[in-house]
C-alpha cells in the first residue's frame, strides 16, 4: 500500500508565494519520477513539473522561472515552490509518482488527493 499526501495549498495574493509539499509513504522500494500536475475548474488535468530520480527538471512554459520542483529521497517528498503567482494558477494540485514497491517489480503511477491553490485579491 502507497500514499501520497500534499500539504501547502491555500489563499495567496497574486504575486505571492506557496510551497507544496507530498511525501509518500508504505511499501517503497524506490521512487523513479516526482510530478505535480493541476486541474482549474472545466479544464484537463495538465503537467506542471517533474523531476526525475537524479534531479533533472521538465517545467511547462507558463510556470518557468517562477516555479521550482525539488525532492528529498531520504523523506520521500517531493516539493512545488511557486513564487510570483498569477491568478491563473488556481487550481487544484496533485502530485504524481513512479513508485516500484518491489526488486522485481516495475513502477506504477500513485497520486495523491490533491490541494487548492487559488491567487485572488
Known amino acids: 500500500q502507497v500514499q501520497l499526501v500534499e500539504s501547502g495549498g491555500g489563499l495567496v495574493q497574486p504575486g505571492g508565494s506557496l510551497r507544496l509539499s507530498c511525501a509518500a509513504s508504505?511499501?517503497?522500494?524506490?521512487?523513479?519520477?516526482m510530478a505535480w500536475y493541476r486541474q482549474a475548474p472545466g479544464k484537463q488535468r495538465e503537467l506542471v513539473a517533474v523531476?526525475?530520480?537524479?534531479?533533472?527538471?521538465v517545467y511547462r512554459d507558463s510556470v518557468k522561472g517562477r516555479f521550482t520542483i525539488s525532492r528529498d529521497n531520504a523523506k520521500n517528498t517531493v516539493y512545488l515552490q511557486m513564487n510570483s503567482l498569477k491568478p491563473e494558477d488556481t487550481a487544484i494540485y496533485y502530485c504524481?509518482?513512479?513508485?516500484?514497491?518491489?526488486?522485481?517489480?516495475?513502477?506504477?503511477?500513485?497520486w495523491g488527493q490533491g490541494t487548492q491553490v487559488t491567487v485572488s485579491s
Open positions: 504524481n509518482a513512479a513508485i516500484r514497491t518491489g526488486n522485481f517489480r516495475g513502477p506504477s503511477g500513485y
Open positions: 508504505g511499501t517503497i522500494f524506490s521512487i523513479n519520477a
Open positions: 523531476i526525475g530520480s537524479e534531479g533533472s527538471t
